[in-house]
Structures are given as structure tokens and as C-alpha cells.
């Protein structure tokens, strides 16, 4: 069965902009049926000439007429007679009878959907009667505004054309809405947009009274104030807002009314308490700046580790001790490079590929004399990875890499090295590559040959088999050098 965007991007009588102002259609309706207490089907014709059902929408205030998913389904009968005559005569039609759906009594009101004088489809409304025997105060705004919202679709103003939604957690029918006139003044307000409003500080009746009036009593002088508040009290312009007072905020949206003739008539304004959901996102922001900032502080502490290690070597008269100092001197600046990388982002992931790269790089200039050119090709991506595995992976390869440059290319001025990835899910194959100077060069039993207490090799097994579960397989590379390759399975990939 086909979906909605199937049947929009095959009709072939709609261009580009046809498309979009279909999609923005559907995206916005729902404040329509949560208003009027409808069910919202959205009708296109078919290029084999029937009506099939290209969307369909729930009210979130009362229970569905349809239980049933409709999109796809032909329609026929009366149904489709209605729709074929709302289309021609391009106006809001309605049957002169009820319709039995199941067991539920319903009333169908069809609106022809235009864009630029062009029918593109209907909007089917169908109410369930059974919903309209007790309508109090709260009932019969709201589907009066709904009522309002569903007529300006036939004239094109419905979806808006320049709707600027910024703010997240935008506001719903069922958190409250205000029903303001042309002039900006409070017709009705629902129990939740008054308790928003008591949240906010404000105590005095809301009817009668210009909305902007009350928002901005609510700000002090000093309060920073957003650009597109005045439009949204003012029910002016369809853009949504902030108000913050009293230590609480109040998400707010407004969508106008405007008549056939394009004159705006008034507004209905959505309210929203978002306040614990902003204090929890400054929590979050806070733990990650402070993540953040511990990620550096680690990073500076190892880099004076490195430090005390280089100056220990050049005091030291041992070659051994020497090179033992600069082997520990640079695994510490490979753990110090991967904290940076976590210093840069405001979550536990690193791009691994740009870290790799800047701590192989590193590897093979510590491991090279002044004469060596040693080339590192890359192929294949990482992608994002967490600490948990970023910091072994990163010392496992600039291990790999060094023990190739140490003793691969004893002797050579140049050389290359590749690093071949291939990742999928959390299964990580990795083959390095040489052109040195042989197999027996680098490895010892199958293991990466020792250059002093043996560290490296303990490095590379230990993680690789204890940590990620995986295997490292040494071999001759056909062209000449050595091929390592290593199959794991990362812990906490992504």
C-alpha cells in the first residue's frame, strides 16, 4: 500500500512547489483536528482517475472516528461523488446527510485544497456527532477556531506561507490556546493557556484584555526579550516564541485567521509550559560544558606528563632509558590527543578519523629520522566513535604503525603505509599495510616484534583480544611487506 510521499512525488499533475505545499499541509493540520474534535483525511486524485487517500490525521482531544489506517485506500461511493464536485466547484461542500462509519454517526465537510488557483486535493473533516451533545464554553471556542483555520484552506492561507517555528516543544492544543480578536484582544482564553499564565506571575482576568498588555507586564526591564513576541501576543504573523517571568517559561505559538478576502481576522495563540523541560536542557548543557571541560583538563595534565618524560630523556645517559622514555612520552600524547578531540564535542563521541589521523601523523614523525619520507594512505572510514573505544583503538594503530616504521623501513628513506577500514554496526576490520622490508622485520611468532620491554606488543594483543573480543593476524604482504589485520567488535559503538 502506498504511503504519502509515494503518492505525492507519482502524481504527475504537481510540480516541485505542489509537493511542498502538500507536505507543509500535512505537517501543520493536526491544530485543526485537535480544534475542531475531527478526524482529517487528505483526498488526491490518481492519475487512473480515482480518489485515493493520501493522509490521514488523528485528533489528540477526543477518540477517533477511524481506527483504521486509511492512506491508500480508494475512495468510492458518495464519498467520492462529494469530492469530484468540491474539486469543480472549488468551495467547501458538505453532504445534506449524516454517514454511518461502524457504529458512529458522522458529519463530512469537504475543502477543496488550492495553491495558486490550483485544486490539488480535499480535505475530508469528519466529526463524530456523538462528540457535539454536551459542548460547553471550552468545546465551542475551540471548534469555532478550528471551524476558522479549516476554511482558510479552499483560500490558500492555510498552510501559511511564511511560518517561522523556531522554538522546540512547540505548543499543542490540549496545553491551552487563546482566541484573540483582530485587535489583539483576549475572546477566550482555556483553563491550561490560564494556568500558563498564572505559572508566568499573571493574576488578572485574561478575557477583555490585550494579550500583549498582559505579556509584557510579565517582563522587566532587563529581560531579554525575543524578537517575534510582539507578533505572537498580537496574534499578527504565524511564529511562535518564549516568554519568561517569575522563573518559569511559556511556549507560545500563533496562527492567525484570516478570511476569503485575505484580511487577517483575529488569531488563536497556543500555550505551552515548557519550564521543567528548559530547566532539564540547562542541567544537560551544564554537565556537558563541565564534561567538556574535564576532557581538557586531562588533556593538559597528560601533555605535562609528556613533558617531565621528554625532559627526563634528554637528561637521561642511557640509550635504553632514552627510548623507553620517548616510547611512554608518545603513548601518553596518543591518549592526550583523543581527550582533546572529546574537549571539542558536548557528547562522550569523537570523529575517529580525524583523530587517527593527526596521531598517526604524529607516530610516524617521533619514529623517523630527518632523511625517512613515510607516506599513510587511508581507505575506508571510521566514522563517529565513543571514548570507551576511541582511546584502545587509537593506541593499538599508533602502535601498529610505529613497530612498521621502526623496523620496516630500517634502512629506506621512503615508504608507505595503508590503513584499508571496513565497519558495520559495531564489527570493526582494520588491515595495515607496509612496503618495508619484510614480514620477519616486524613481527616475532606472530606477534609485533619487541623494540625494548615489550609494551607495544602487550598493547596490541591485550586490547585487541581482552578488550574488543578480536584477533590480530600478521602476514606477508603480496607486493612485499608486512599485512596486519585486525577483526573487533567495538564495545559501545553507535
Avoid at 355 to 364: E, H
Wanted: glycine residues 8%.
Amino acid at each position: 500500500m502506498a504511503d504519502f510521499s509515494h503518492l505525492v512525488a507519482n502524481n504527475p499533475d504537481f510540480d516541485d512547489a505542489d509537493r511542498e505545499w502538500l507536505h507543509h499541509l500535512v505537517a501543520d493540520w493536526q491544530v485543526i483536528a485537535d480544534l475542531s474534535f475531527a478526524d482529517l483525511m487528505l483526498v488526491l486524485p490518481a492519475p487512473s482517475g480515482e480518489f485515493v487517500v493520501a493522509g490521514q490525521c488523528r485528533p489528540s482531544t477526543v477518540m477517533s472516528v477511524r481506527f483504521d489506517d486509511m492512506v491508500g485506500t480508494v475512495v468510492e461511493g458518495e464519498d467520492a461523488r462529494a469530492i469530484s464536485k468540491t474539486m469543480s466547484e472549488q468551495r467547501i461542500s458538505r453532504l445534506d446527510h449524516y454517514r454511518a462509519v461502524g457504529n458512529t454517526t458522522v458529519c463530512d465537510v469537504y475543502a477543496p485544497v488550492r495553491r495558486n488557483g490550483k485544486v490539488l486535493g480535499v480535505v475530508v473533516r469528519e466529526t463524530n456527532m456523538a462528540t457535539r451533545m454536551l459542548n460547553g464554553r471550552f468545546e465551542s471556542e475551540s471548534i469555532a477556531a478550528g471551524k476558522k483555520l479549516f476554511e482558510m484552506i479552499p483560500a490558500g492561507a492555510f498552510p501559511y506561507h511564511d511560518a517561522i517555528l523556531n522554538q522546540r516543544h512547540n505548543a499543542r492544543v490540549s496545553d491551552g490556546f487563546i482566541v484573540l480578536s483582530e485587535d489583539g484582544v483576549v475572546e477566550y482564553a482555556s483553563p491550561n493557556a490560564i494556568s500558563c499564565f498564572r505559572r508566568l506571575g499573571s493574576v488578572e482576568v485574561m478575557e477583555g484584555k490585550y494579550l500583549s498588555e498582559i505579556g509584557t507586564s510579565l517582563i522587566h526591564e532587563n529581560d531579554i526579550l525575543p524578537e517575534t513576541l510582539p507578533l505572537v501576543l498580537a496574534g499578527k504573523a504565524a511564529v511562535d516564541s518564549e516568554i519568561n517571568a517569575d522563573r518559569s517559561t511559556v511556549s507560545m505559538r500563533s496562527l492567525p485567521f484570516y478570511d476569503e478576502h485575505g484580511h487577517r481576522t483575529g488569531a488563536v495563540v497556543l500555550c505551552r509550559d515548557v519550564t521543567e523541560l528548559r530547566r532539564r536542557e540547562k542541567e544537560l548543557e551544564t554537565k556537558d560544558v563541565a564534561i567538556a571541560e574535564i576532557h581538557h583538563r586531562v588533556k593538559n595534565n597528560l601533555q605535562a606528563v609528556s613533558a617531565l618524560l621528554r625532559l627526563q630523556a634528554r637528561r637521561t645517559k642511557s640509550p635504553e632509558v632514552k627510548a623507553e622514555l620517548e616510547e611512554a612520552m608518545r603513548r601518553v600524547e596518543t591518549i592526550a590527543v583523543v581527550h582533546e578531540g572529546l574537549s571539542q564535542t558536548a557528547d562522550e563521541i569523537v570523529d575517529f578519523d580525524k583523530v587517527i589521523s593527526d596521531l598517526l601523523r604524529m607516530s610516524v614523525d617521533l619514529a623517523t629520522s630527518k632523511e625517512q619520507h613515510i607516506h599513510i594512505s587511508y581507505l575506508g572510514k571510521f566514522g563517529m566513535m565513543p571514548a570507551q573505544d576511541a582511546t584502545p583503538l587509537s593506541l593499538v594503530l599508533t602502535e601498529l604503525v610505529t613497530n612498521a616504521v621502526e623496523h620496516g623501513f630500517q634502512g629506506r628513506t621512503e615508504g608507505n603505509v595503508w590503513i584499508s577500514v571496513g565497519r558495520g554496526g559495531n564489527n570493526l576490520n582494520v588491515v595495515v599495510e607496509d612496503d618495508g622490508i619484510g614480514y620477519t622485520s616486524e613481527s616475532d611468532q606472530g606477534m609485533a616484534r619487541s623494540s625494548g620491554s615489550g609494551l607495544g606488543t602487550q598493547i596490541i594483543n591485550t586490547f585487541v583480544t581482552n578488550d574488543f573480543g578480536g584477533s590480530v593476524r600478521w602476514e606477508p604482504r603480496r607486493d612485499g611487506g608486512t599485512r596486519v589485520v585486525l577483526d573487533m567488535k567495538l564495545r559501545a559503538a553507535q
